[in-house]
């Protein structure tokens, strides 16, 4: 099947860039130079957009700050996937309305998937008077020319038409440059499970071209990238849209075969299309790490189908099963939903008995917050808020125990970890991570951030490792 054409064309691509130096004129002709400040909730696809916010705001003459009242320019790069980070949203830009009546001319700009979401706009529109601009994810690569056209009119802005979604390429990005980076293989995600508002916001799965990849990632590791986590909803998809015959291990296999010292993570994949090829690829790829994080969102048969996961209990622990199978020593990661719409006391002892069988080494743990549009948003709920926090923490107890044995295995043994930053902890100043993504505090010298050294491991608890170099 071929694609439609979803690439922006470059003529479009080649009049932001003018816009661009349009904006960098205005900002070049003030006294000091302005400050923006690019606030991110949600996902690392989020983190990802914001890089290129960051990037774009940069070759406009924009400094950066994390101060809301010193900054000219405040991105909010939303979250929708649960109605809790859309709540702390709304309360920091009602907060806004004090920085911009001390500061007139600020400019407040609200983007991301919140942004995109229907109602939301009409509501910033009408209520929150003081936000000049919101735009969706699909419109990102416009961001120059809607801040030109309010510093130069100041109009208010709202552009966030629905889409199936776009491919704009050559965007600007400004990393943080430290040795984490992220590498958006593919965007948005056709799955629709039931309870999930990312589809509706982020538009169809569409995989960019393997050989924009490839530059990209060469890019992040002459730049001192020695983590890099492909990204997308949905990895295991990549490919399909392509005309090229081209999947997922094979983008594995192409950036393991690029020179330098760096390890390759990716982030997501959906258990429906993971398989023997991928655990496979990662076990013969030196670089791609021996972690794997896997959703599986439910334990029990019945909520699965009702969630369109399209996969069922045993499957899942069978991929498990041949993971551990390919890559005996993989870090395993995972997604779970608690209290979704009917799910009964039975239904998530089926939840907990899936966690003792595998025995992740951690997970990301939800209440399920109706996200409206969805079809689970439409299905009777007798359970309370109450009862969920119940089975909430019984679950958080159960991976707690199963994280802290797990960490505790790790201590007496010697493992090569990346330094990738400081913390504020005088014994253990700095913070690394194992091949498999564990988190190790570890005592040592500043100058190490950014190197892979040998950390014995001395100690540990739920959370984390604690180590010194050897
Ligand atoms: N594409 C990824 C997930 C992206 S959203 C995947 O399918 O694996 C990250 C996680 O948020 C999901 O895995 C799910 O566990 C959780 N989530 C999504 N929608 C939710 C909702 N309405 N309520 C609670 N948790 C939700
Ligand atoms: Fe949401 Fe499911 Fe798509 Fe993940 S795969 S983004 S949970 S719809
Ligand atoms: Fe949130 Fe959008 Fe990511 S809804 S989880 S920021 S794709």
Redesign the pocket.
């Known amino acids: 099947m071929k694609r439609k054409n979803i690439e922006i064309s470059r003529e479009e691509l080649d009049r932001q860039l003018e816009i661009i130096a349009r904006v960098r004129d205005i900002n070049s002709a003030r006294s000091d130079q302005p400050l923006a400040f690019v606030d991110t909730y949600g996902c690392q696809q989020n983190e990802a957009d914001s890089e290129k916010l960051r990037g774009m705001l940069s070759e406009m003459g924009y400094g950066f700050t994390r101060s809301e009242k010193e900054a000219d320019v405040i991105v909010i790069n939303t979250c929708a996937v649960r109605e809790h980070a859309e709540m702390r949203v709304f309360g920091n830009i009602g907060a806004l309305t004090h920085t911009k009546r001390a500061k007139p001319d600020q400019i407040i700009a609200l983007c991301g998937c919140m942004a995109q979401r229907p109602g939301v706009a009409e509501r910033v529109k009408r209520s929150f008077r003081h936000v000049d601009l919101v735009f969706g994810p699909h419109v990102l690569w416009q961001f120059p020319q809607f801040l030109y056209e309010i510093l130069s009119k100041r109009k208010r802005i709202f552009s966030t038409e629905d889409s199936d979604g776009v491919i704009a390429e050559g965007i600007p990005a400004l990393r943080d440059g430290g040795v984490k980076a992220w590498l958006s293989i593919m965007y948005g995600?056709?799955?629709?499970?039931s309870?999930?508002?990312?589809?509706y916001v982020?538009g169809r799965e569409r995989s960019r071209r393997p050989e924009l990849i490839i530059e990209d990632a060469k890019k992040l590791i002459a730049d001192g990238a020695k983590d890099i986590t492909l990204l997308g909803?949905?990895v295991n998809s990549y490919g399909k849209d392509l005309e090229e015959n081209i999947d997922f291990s094979e983008i594995i296999k192409r950036v393991n075969d690029l020179e330098g010292d760096f390890l390759i993570r990716f982030m997501?994949s959906?258990p429906k299309d993971a398989g023997d090829k991928l655990f496979e690829t990662i076990a013969n790829c030196e670089k791609a790490a021996h972690h794997i994080h896997l959703?599986f969102?439910a334990g029990n048969d019945r909520i699965l189908k009702v969630m369109n996961?399209h996969y069922n209990r045993e499957e899942y622990l069978r991929l498990i099963e041949s993971a551990r199978r390919y890559i005996p020593d993989v870090v395993l990661t995972s997604d779970v939903i608690v209290g979704f719409p009917g799910e009964t006391d039975e239904e998530f002892e089926d939840t907990l008995s899936l966690i003792e069988q595998v025995r992740f080494d951690s997970l990301f743990t939800f209440i399920y917050s109706p996200r409206p549009g969805t079809p689970a948003a439409e299905m009777p709920d007798p359970f309370t808020r109450e009862q969920k926090q119940v089975r909430f923490d019984k679950l958080l107890d159960l991976q707690n125990r199963i994280s802290s044995e797990k960490h505790a295995s790790y201590v007496g043994s010697t493992r090569r970890v990346l330094v990738d930053g400081l913390t504020n902890d005088e014994i253990y100043p700095l913070s690394s991570r194992t091949n498999g993504g564990r988190l190790v505090h570890l005592s040592g010298d500043k100058s190490l951030v950014g190197s892979y050294v040998d950390a014995e491991i001395i100690d540990s608890n739920t959370w984390a490792l604690y180590g010194k170099c050897r």
């Open positions: 995600c056709n799955n629709f499970c309870y999930c508002i990312v589809p982020r909803q949905n997501t959906h959703p969102q996961r």
